[in-house]
Each structure stands twice: as C-alpha cells, then as structure tokens.
C-alpha cells in the first residue's frame, strides 16, 4: 500500500489519496463506492482537526445509542443534558435545508454544542447562542467578548485542591470574567456538571480521583481558545430564549435548535427551570425559519406537538450513567430522517452487492 499526496487532489474533496492493490474484478465497483462517500457530506476534512470520518443520521440508526467518543468536543462545559450525542443528526438536518441558514439560533444554548459544532463546521454562516442564566451567560461573554486568553491562562495555573476549590466557590465574584472562571470551575468540580443550587462537589469521581476526575486545565482551556479564534461566526445573547426566538420569527433563511428545560428533570438540574411549554410550541409554529426541538419522551410533549403541527421521531441515546434512554425529536419537517434511512439502505445494498463479487 502507497500514500499520495499530489495524486488527483484536485478530483477527491478528502484529501491525500491512497494506492490499493485489489483484485480487478471489483475494482471499478471499489472506485465507485469511494467516489459516492467522498462525495458525501458525512465525509469531511476540518482545518482545524486530523482528517476523520463525521458520523451523520445517514450513517446512524434510530435505535442505537451514538458513542459520544466518536464526536468532537468543542464545549468547556460539562451540561447536564447536553447534545453531544445529538450531533451526527445535526449535520443531517442542517446540509439537507434548502440552503444552508444563514443564521442557526440556540435560544437555550447551555453547553453550546450543536450550535458550537455548527459555526466550527459551518453548517450555518452565523449562529446567535443565547442563555438566560448570568453564570453560564458569564462563560460565554468572556470567551466571545475579549477576554479567552485570560479565562484559558487562569484555568491552566489553577491548582485544583478541595481548599482552594471552596476558596473561589463561596467568595462573590468581584468581575464578570472572574465569574466566568467560578462558573467552569464549578461545572467541573460538582456531580454530573450540575451547577443548580444544592449540588455537591464530587467525591468519588474517576478512578477515585475526586473533584480532580473532570478537571482537565490544558483540554479545556484549548477549547476556549478555539473558539474565541473563530469568534466571528458566533454572536451571544443574555436573554431569555422565548425572547430571543420572536426576535428571529419572520426570517425565513433563520433555523432554530431548541433544547428547552426538560418537563421531568430541570428542576434540580437547571437554576432557570421553569418554561411555558405551551408558549414554546405556539411560538415555534410562527417561526418562518425550520425548527427542530428536543425533548424528553412524553405523552405531554408528544400531544403539544401534535396539537401544534409538528412532527415527532423517538431516538435512543444514553444518559451520564450510560443507562439507554429514548428521547424525542420535533420538527416541523422530519423527512430527512426518512431520507437518511433510505440513504443506509441504499448503501447498504450496494456494500453487499460488492460482497457477492469476492471469490
């Protein structure tokens, strides 16, 4: 086998190619099976990262949990509730609009991912992240608004000791970055990232590592480093997310990722856990833009999106203790999904036509 790095670039979007000897009497069908994932948005080359392979909903079944592992993580948070396992039918759903958005909101951005995982990739030309609560709010200023070198060198000369932890814990911030490093030492250094008022420090941990388990300063402050550097792809709010979603309703190039508080578990995982449901999907029936929500598995939330014209789709994924769960997607369109299912198929079919060919 032989590397190529000047071999018909111009003609493969993945870069460098590699030589393969195989029998000739599939080779043509090889080629072609090549040519199609290389032309295949699933197959992408990141200028920041090592060439690999983004998993899509085209190559991702409904009722098989994603390995968050396989995914890049581009947030500093740890969320409770986080969307990293959502992400291969995030760039599913966004590459298969019409055009691509110009602008991706996340009303209730938290950890950030989908929307972070959009500008980095560019699957929308800017993406508006918006948070009402001032801690997480916090975070996302001081990364965005000029002050990520200091948060990154802070979190890398932080000595992470249980005493120094309760020091910056329970002193009053005095500035709004030195808020912004209470807020991420926080998430790291509590149960599950949880930073809603009543939640504890770690004990355990990793490989019985205690409050150090998730404390990783060099990761961490990387992430925040990649993303000011690419800060003009991303614009935040500090406003509530209903608020922010009527300011974008007659925009039809404008997509919504709404990951709202949940009805069963937000309260102790969230300090802003109350939302008007019933607001929330009247308001997203307006929007000009596409939509798509998740949501935890209800009958309460199925009949809200039925009553309001959306469609649902459950999928599987696991939780912080890596028990399978089943949540809900709602959309007002969900036909890539269907598109996608018919694309494994197809590929499907052609890979095991290829298999029939060999001796």
Do not use: C
């Not at 000739?24 to 069908?29: I, L, T």
């Not at 998430?187 to 008022?197: L, P, S």
């Not at 998730?214 to 614009?235: M, V």
């Amino acid at each position: 086998m032989a590397r190529s790095s000047t071999t018909f670039l111009n003609k493969w979007r993945n870069g460098k190619t590699t030589v393969i000897r195989v029998p000739a009497v599939f080779s043509q069908k090889v080629v072609t099976y090549a040519l199609m994932l290389d032309a295949d948005d699933a197959f992408q080359t990141n200028s920041q990262e090592s060439f690999g392979v983004y998993r899509t909903a085209e190559n991702t079944t409904l009722d098989s949990p994603i390995n968050i592992a396989a995914v890049p993580q581009r947030s500093p948070f740890r969320y409770p509730g986080g969307k990293t396992w959502l992400i291969p039918y995030i760039r599913t759903w966004l590459s298969r609009q019409p055009q691509k958005p110009t602008v991706l909101i996340e009303p209730f951005a938290g950890g950030g991912i989908v929307g972070l995982t959009a500008g980095f990739e560019k699957l929308a030309s800017h993406v508006v992240l918006g948070e009402k609560d001032e801690n997480v709010a916090s975070v996302w200023t001081a990364i965005l608004w000029g002050q990520s070198e200091w948060l990154a060198e802070t979190i890398e000369n932080f000595s992470l000791t249980r005493r120094n932890v309760l020091s910056v814990l329970e002193r009053q911030p005095q500035t709004q970055r030195e808020k912004a490093f209470a807020t991420i030492l926080r998430n790291r250094v509590q149960r599950g990232g949880i930073m809603a008022a009543g939640a504890g420090l770690v004990k355990n941990g990793e490989n019985g590592r205690g409050i150090s388990s998730r404390w990783y300063p060099h990761t961490l402050a990387k992430r925040i480093r990649a993303i000011a550097d690419l800060k003009e792809r991303f614009s935040f709010s500090h406003q509530d997310g209903l608020e922010l979603i009527e300011a974008y309703l007659d925009d039809e190039d404008t997509a919504f990722f709404v990951d709202p508080p949940y009805t069963k578990a937000a309260r102790r995982l969230y300090q802003h856990w109350q939302i008007d449901h019933r607001k929330l999907f009247s308001l997203l029936s307006r929007v000009k833009g596409d939509v798509l929500l998740t949501y935890d598995d209800s009958k309460e939330i199925k009949n809200l999106a039925l009553e309001y014209g959306f469609q649902t789709q459950t999928v599987m994924m696991k939780n912080t203790h890596h028990a399978k769960m089943m949540e809900l997607l709602v959309g007002k369109n969900l036909s890539w999904l269907k598109a996608a299912k018919a694309y494994r198929e197809s590929m499907s079919q052609t890979h095991q036509a290829s298999l029939e060919l060999l001796p």
